[in-house]
């Protein structure tokens, strides 16, 4: 749930970013400045989910521990 938590905050603050900008900006915003603004966190996002993956399948990719000979029958 963590992750959904920190999703959850980030949108809220890009919502509120969005609209601060809504207020200062007086002509309407293009396609290419909708498509720089949403950038960054796609990236971000795609970057994070890619090393979460690929930590999780390192951690599942450790041989099991084998007993040492003193410890066998």
Do not use: C
């Not at 992750?3 to 002509?27: E, F």
């Not at 290419?32 to 399948?57: Q, T, V």
């Amino acid at each position: 749930m963590k992750h959904v938590d920190v999703a959850v905050i980030a949108a809220t603050l890009w919502l509120l970013a969005s609209m601060v900008l809504d207020i200062l900006t007086p002509k309407s915003i293009t396609a290419l400045m909708i498509a720089a603004a949403l950038a960054p966190p796609f990236l971000i996002g795609i970057g994070i989910h890619f090393a979460r993956e690929y930590f999780k399948a390192k951690r599942r990719s450790y041989p099991p521990p084998q007993l040492d000979e003193h410890f066998k029958n």
